[in-house]
């Protein structure tokens, strides 16, 4: 349900995940002077943004918001959730990630009408899309990367070294991206993934050889499916 004293304007505002660096990058604004986009700091290294209209909110465009930072952050999760029609049914699902390896335990989620990516940009829309990934893929399934806006994956453990591989170049040929680093996502907040969980036995890690086919997609290509 939306929060009150929502405007016509505030419904069109929804959030971006982010990391730290992307806050220190000006973009454009209305005024003509770039300018930081406004942000508010996760766990994690990560950020959430803003994007009215289709815009990222910059400081100078900050008064846009017609509210206080915080309240523009709640506001932008009800949007998602009101917009993906949340409260009729599960906005989101799930399919094999495209081009990886045969075996591998990795899927890519989606949301209906949104940025899968976007509901890890407050606690409680997180939590939402953790527990469908719990429930549809199975609580093995911890491990979470967001390389760009349109690339939301959820894997294992044992398959983070082919699907690390896939983040990483889905990260470096798009361009709404985000990182290309794994985390785990706790009581609704990301956070790094602790490096011994990655330590995997020899008979479970993949080939050093293997290469997956997405090494030779075009970014074109890649843009169109995991932008």
Known sequence: MLTPHHTRRTRLLFPLLRTAPWAKTPVATSTG??????????TGGFRVGFELGGEVVAHADETALAAPVTVAWQYAADNLHHAARADECSPFSTVPLPHAPLGAEAALVTSFDTCA???LAHPVTAQLLLDFCGQQLGHRYRVFFAPSDGSLIATTTAALPA???IANTIYRRTTRRISPAPFVITGGWPYPLDPQATELSPQNAFPRQTRTPIDYLSPATIEAVYG
């Open 33 to 42: 002077h770039p300018s930081n986009p406004v942000s508010l700091a996760l």
């Open 117 to 119: 990516t976007s509901w």
């Open 163 to 165: 699907v690390s591989r």
